[in-house]
């Protein structure tokens, strides 16, 4: 049960500049890979969004979402003008992206590239984004450190397979062998807070059996993490290579938004991952 809470944490807690932000800390990443989740800490923005939401979706005031934005990516040593984000609609849609497309969705959410959940690229200098309060972030690397990508999995997101529809993109448009490479799963809302309905609880145990579901008190709490490891699983990534963090956004409310938690409105934290120019 709950595999997802014994695992080790992998992700360290740092503040740089201020700003809170979760990287992988006990892995060992390619020279060339820089990936980090921000949390919710060290922003401008007010009220249901305090203080790092980086999310320009949720009426928030763009300008103060811009400015987080830019407190981020400072403290990770990254260009905002070169995010590139998708706008997330729950989908298994994943996109191929370059330094074409550098700058869509960064500073203004009309720009954002259009009904997208997942992003692969192995172009220098191109910071894949996406965002999320609870949702699962999915952050993929080849060993060699030649391609990256991201995916935003929600429950409609997990069961349609977009971290599988990445793994599948990379291997078709950068050759990536399934084999080689590795994910992180970020922050998300976990089995100890996501309590699912029946009908919901019944479309996971068709998929996964009684796995990923905890019965607890008469109500049925879903692992949404793990059910993404076992789809990346299926799909020949090798279970060693899928790293689990093990907070819960739910759980740390100075820490991280929840949806689930706050209702609407509420902020989002940003998943980031890209290769370095050299
Ligand atoms: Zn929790």
Redesign the pocket.
């Known amino acids: 049960m709950m595999e997802s809470c014994r695992a080790r944490e992998v992700l360290g807690w740092r503040v740089k500049s201020g700003v809170g932000i979760w990287e992988p800390e006990t892995l060992v990443l390619p020279a060339s890979v820089v990936c980090a989740f921000s949390s919710r800490q060290g922003g401008v923005s007010g009220g249901p969004y305090t203080s790092l939401n980086l999310g320009l979706h949720v009426g928030d005031r763009p300008e103060d979402v811009v400015t987080n934005r830019r407190r981020f990516s400072e403290a990770l040593g990254i260009d905002l003008e070169s995010w590139v984000a998708g706008s997330q609609v729950h989908g298994k849609d994943v996109a191929v992206v370059g330094r074409k497309d550098r700058g869509r969705g960064a500073l203004s959410q009309d720009t954002a590239l259009p009904a997208l959940d997942g992003l692969v690229t192995n172009e220098p200098g191109v910071w894949l984004t996406s965002y999320y309060a609870d949702c699962v972030p999915l952050l993929f690397w080849d060993v060699h450190g030649r391609a990256v990508g991201v995916a935003h999995a929600g429950w409609r997101g997990t069961l349609a397979q977009v971290g599988l529809q990445v793994v599948v993109k990379m291997a078709e448009a950068f050759g990536s062998d399934p084999g080689e490479i590795h994910v992180l799963v970020g922050p998300a809302?976990?089995?100890?807070?996501?309590s699912v309905g029946e009908e919901l609880a019944d479309a996971f145990e068709k998929e996964f059996g009684r796995e990923p579901l905890i019965r607890r008190q008469g109500r049925t709490y879903l692992d949404l993490k793990l059910a993404n490891r076992e789809y990346l699983v299926r799909g020949g990534i090798p279970p060693d290579q899928i790293y689990l963090s093990t907070l819960?956004?739910?759980?740390?409310p100075g820490v991280f938004f929840s949806h689930r938690r706050d209702k609407s409105p509420t902020g989002r934290m940003a998943a980031v991952i890209g290769l370095r120019e050299r």
Do not use: F, H, V
Request: with cysteine; charged share 0%.
């Open positions: 809302i976990g089995s100890c807070c996501y819960c956004t739910s759980c740390l």
